[in-house]
């Protein structure tokens, strides 16, 4: 069993930055591949980021590449999401969730189907 909490979600200005935080509890996180997933008003829950077990691996939207890195920390049972240059079509409720499905070596987006547990979600706000 996993349980996650985002948070660091916020307001920000097109341009600016922010990180997320999603902190687990359980034996299982540093054997869990991780994704970032959001949900903009009105749309679907869609893939951002997904990162392996160790953090060897990582696989990003082709909507975020070069603009969010996914990096974790085993030691702090932690995974973030860096968000740079942001713009006002980020602005969704971010999720974080853990699997114990994902391969090692994570070579296109990972369908949320293979996710076995998920946080509450964090609002992040991008005015123009």
């Known amino acids: 069993q996993v349980h996650l909490v985002e948070s660091g979600g916020g307001l920000v200005q097109a341009g600016g930055s922010l990180r997320l935080s999603c902190a687990a509890s359980?034996?299982?996180?540093?054997?869990?591949?991780m994704g970032w997933f959001r949900q903009a008003p009105g749309k679907g829950r869609e893939f951002v980021a997904a990162?392996?077990?160790?953090?060897?691996?990582?696989y990003y939207a082709d909507s975020v590449k070069g603009r969010l890195t996914i990096s974790r920390d085993n030691a702090k049972n932690t995974v973030y999401l860096q968000m740079n240059s942001l713009k006002p079509e980020d602005t969704a409720v971010y999720y974080c969730?853990?699997?114990?499905?994902?391969?090692?070596?994570?070579?296109?987006?990972?369908?949320?189907?293979?996710?076995?547990?998920w946080g509450q979600g964090t609002q992040v706000t991008v005015s123009s």
């Open positions: 969730a853990a699997s114990t499905r994902v391969g090692v070596l994570i070579r296109q987006e990972t369908p949320e189907g293979l996710y076995d547990y």
């Open positions: 359980g034996r299982t996180f540093s054997s869990s591949a």
């Open positions: 990162i392996n077990y160790s953090g060897g691996s990582a």
